[in-house]
């Protein structure tokens, strides 16, 4: 009798399980956030063959028959995020990690590490010391740099990439002077004494960097492809690379070529030089557009400098700069002729435009030049877009890009970091409203977000979005907050609307691919104020689990 019930139970189990659909991966019993256009939630989901083939609720285990199962116990899933605005590259051996510093002991410490690794003479580069993190709330000098490494000539980059200092090895190197030439735009600091501090802006920059050795590419691809690995433990399962020459692309063809799958899908923004001719010979060789590519790697829009930023205090506007009577930044970087030039030349050739514009006067310029242009030559669903937008612009402008179809690509972490930059050169208004979201969105604009590696995680953009509280404490302008659905909506669906995928990803529907994270808070009912200590507990990526904590 035992052996009849035995196998009386097995052939019942077999055959509820021939009656159930095989999936790969099954999701259940948590909150799933679709982040479509109802804000529709469910609490599982099933994924085969990279794709979503159901979402509902817990009764979906009875229909379908996983190769993994996994209990969610409540916890949040989200499509993956897409970050719009973001730098990734390989790092070179001479080059110093600065992010996370709490003071310049700190800073100088490790560029003294690396100086004992390298030996006397070698360069020494890194990327991400901000003056506003460190306990004596003012940015490194040349006279920091050589107490660290005398026998070594430095140059560090801030973060955010408006700015770097320079060691006096390093100024010496480069044969620069309070009163050497620059490029359009770029400042060589001095201080009260008329000395050069070492604080390099903009396009200055590129007078020291230029003498830093070039690293051998094998040096830069591992590197490379661990830091683009690393997105997925943050969540972020999709990006837009913010400019890359053409040999740059081709760096980033090596990598998806060797580790397709493996790595967040990427739209690779091309980066224009400032002289129209040139632009559009780089185009023409290039002989791609925006688009072109697959699901994983794919070129991005056309990239574009109208002006500096505000870490380099060299954003272009209408209004001077607090307590700086006369001073309107260092844009623009290219005048109204040029800039509807390369902007004409790429429109034409089916490019989608993605230019960089901080200042309300660059804001300005760049959206009477593209309303011209695509007066003159429309073209529907071209998508071209204002990476930044920081300097809220007059309401006539945003009524202008809402009538021609201009989106913004906004980093609202940006509130959070560079507070104390918006609050040392802007005042009233224009403080109240840095990284404006609401007023665009009121306006008719479409405002997608992203993280410009200030930081990259999403966590802090999507905290500044809805709470507006910068780093020193401060709420800054109320007015412009999201909902954190909003933010979410804005890092997700409207992310994947900037690359004309939003068939494809950005949402959690059937048929999309399954890219998606799962977290350890319920972002849509805790304290937004707690958003940044949310952890990923799994990223998802085209129905692969490629991170879980």
Same mark, same amino acid.
């Given at each position: 009798m035992r052996r009849l019930l035995i196998a009386a139970w097995l052939l019942g189990a077999a055959g509820a399980a021939r009656g159930q659909e095989p999936v790969d991966l099954l999701l259940r019993n948590g909150k799933v956030f679709a982040a479509d256009e109802l804000l529709s939630t469910y609490s599982a989901v099933a994924v085969r063959n990279g794709r979503i083939v159901a979402l509902g609720w817990d009764g979906l285990t009875d229909r379908y028959r996983a190769a993994r199962t996994i209990d969610l116990a409540g916890r949040l899933v989200l499509p993956g995020f897409i970050d719009t605005h973001i730098h990734i590259s390989g790092d070179a051996e001479r080059w110093v990690d600065l992010s996370g510093l709490e003071n310049l002991a700190e800073l100088k410490g490790r560029v003294t590490r690396k100086a004992e690794q390298l030996g006397a003479g070698e360069w020494i580069t890194g990327y991400g010391w901000s003056e506003d993190e460190l306990a004596e709330q003012r940015r490194p000098l040349r006279w920091d740099l050589d107490d660290a490494a005398p026998a070594n000539p430095v140059v560090l980059t801030r973060a955010g990439g408006h700015s770097s200092v320079a060691s006096s090895l390093a100024l010496e190197a480069a044969r620069l002077a309070p009163s050497s030439e620059t490029p359009p735009g770029g400042i060589i600091e001095v201080d009260d004494a008329g000395r050069m501090n070492g604080i390099l802006r903009e396009g200055a920059q590129g007078l020291v960097r230029r003498l830093v050795p070039d690293p051998t590419r094998d040096e830069l691809q591992a590197s490379f492809v661990e830091n683009l690995r690393g997105l997925l433990g943050l969540g972020v399962t999709s990006i837009i690379q913010a400019g890359v020459d053409i040999a740059g692309f081709a760096d980033w063809e090596a990598a998806y070529a060797a580790h397709r799958g493996e790595l967040p899908r990427a739209a690779v923004q091309l980066r224009a030089p400032p002289d129209p001719q040139r632009a559009v010979d780089m185009l023409d060789r290039f002989g791609r557009k925006t688009g072109d590519g697959d699901a994983w790697l794919r070129v991005g829009p056309l990239k574009f400098f109208v002006d500096g930023g505000y870490t380099g205090a060299a954003a272009w506007t209408l209004e001077p700069y607090r307590g700086q009577p006369g001073y309107y930044g260092s844009g623009p970087l290219i005048d109204e002729a040029g800039l509807s030039a390369i902007s004409s030349a790429a429109h034409e050739r089916g490019w989608q435009l993605g230019f960089h514009a901080i200042g309300d006067a660059a804001i300005a310029m760049t959206v009477d030049v593209w309303a011209r242009m695509l007066a003159a030559s429309p073209r529907a669903g071209h998508r071209h877009y204002l990476n930044h937008f920081t300097v809220r612009p007059p309401a006539e402008t945003m009524r202008r890009m809402a009538d021609w179809n201009i989106h913004v690509a906004q980093q609202p972490n940006f509130t959070y970091t560079l507070d104390g930059r918006y609050a040392e050169h802007l005042d009233g208004e224009r403080y109240a409203t840095n990284n404006p979201l609401r007023s665009p969105m009121r306006h008719g604009v479409v405002v997608a977000l992203g993280s410009d590696i200030l930081p990259i995680g999403p966590m @802090? =953009? #999507?905290?500044?979005? @809805? !709470? *507006? *509280? &910068?780093? =020193? &404490?401060? @709420?800054v302008g109320p007015g412009e907050a999201l909902s954190m659905p909003e933010a979410i909506v804005g890092y997700t669906r409207l992310a994947a609307? #900037? !690359?004309?995928?939003?068939?494809?990803? =950005? !949402?959690?529907? @059937? =048929?999309? #691919?399954?890219? #998606?994270v799962v977290l350890s808070q319920d972002l849509l009912t805790i304290d937004p104020e707690r958003t940044t200590d949310t952890e990923v507990d799994l990223t998802v990526l085209g129905g692969r689990i490629v991170f879980e904590r």
């Open positions: @802090v =953009g #999507l905290q500044a979005a @809805v !709470t *507006r *509280r &910068g780093m =020193g &404490g401060a @709420v609307h #900037l !690359t004309f995928e939003e068939d494809e990803k =950005g !949402t959690l529907e @059937v =048929g999309k #691919l399954a890219d #998606l």
